[in-house]
């Protein structure tokens, strides 16, 4: 499994984005999917997360602004953000597990910048 990720860029605070991750190769295999990403100075953290039925789960620090949805016809994930702040800038990375799972993740996007500026 392969995973594409893109949409990232250069915000004012209070703006939106959509990324998207294309997965190609065994996508039958593909069980939980997510978006995590990685702050200057941070850690890796997991901000949505869905799984094969279209269940959701999200971090605190994004509810109510970022919405995680997946396109199982066109093999795509997407993450819309909304109301960007400052503190979203981050590499952010979308991953998916054979297992219905958010830790252990087989398969890794190459990551897309985002920059908010206040």
């Known amino acids: 499994v392969q995973l594409q990720a893109s949409g990232g860029g250069l915000v004012q605070a209070g703006g939106s984005l959509t990324l998207s991750c294309a997965a190609s190769?065994?996508?039958?295999?593909?069980?939980?999917m997510g978006w995590y990403r990685r702050a200057p100075g941070k850690q890796r953290e997991l901000i949505a997360g869905?799984?094969?039925?279209?269940?959701?789960d999200y971090a605190e620090s994004v509810k109510g602004r970022f919405t995680i949805s997946r396109d199982n016809t066109n093999n795509t994930l997407y993450l819309q953000v909304n109301n960007l702040k400052p503190e979203d800038t981050a590499v952010y990375y979308c991953a998916a597990s054979r297992k219905q799972s958010y830790t252990g993740l087989d398969y890794w996007g190459q990551g897309t910048q985002v920059t908010v500026s206040s």
């Open positions: 869905i799984t094969s039925g279209g269940n959701t």
């Open positions: 190769g065994n996508i039958d295999s593909i069980n939980n």
